[in-house]
């Protein structure tokens, strides 16, 4: 049984610029954790381009061999780092995890 875990953020600033350039730091940060955490099987992170109205501002789709193995990633040190900078300028957070 493989896991897939997605998750997805709305930052809290107002200002479109900054928001902008926030979730660029947040799918950059994330997308740096591929090859730093080794349970990571595959990790993709990007920023909304359409609908912000409507939509999210951030996506991750991250991959792992298992359950464990996505409780080892949430507090690796890596990405504990670069979950506290994601808390930092988030409004709200959705997830979801399921097998693929």
Request: glycine content about 4%; charged content about 20%.
């Amino acid at each position: 049984m493989s896991i897939r875990h997605v998750v997805s953020w709305k930052l809290a600033a107002s200002d479109p610029s900054e928001r902008a350039a926030q979730a660029a730091e947040v799918a950059r940060r994330l997308n740096a954790l591929g090859g730093v955490v080794p349970q990571l099987r595959s990790i993709s992170a990007g920023v909304n381009t359409a609908y912000p109205d409507a939509n999210w501002d951030v996506a991750l789709v991250a991959d792992f061999d298992s359950i464990e193995e996505l409780e080892q990633y949430q507090v690796h040190p890596a990405h504990e780092e670069v979950a506290a900078y994601v808390r930092s300028v988030v409004g709200s957070r959705a997830a979801v995890d399921f097998e693929i």
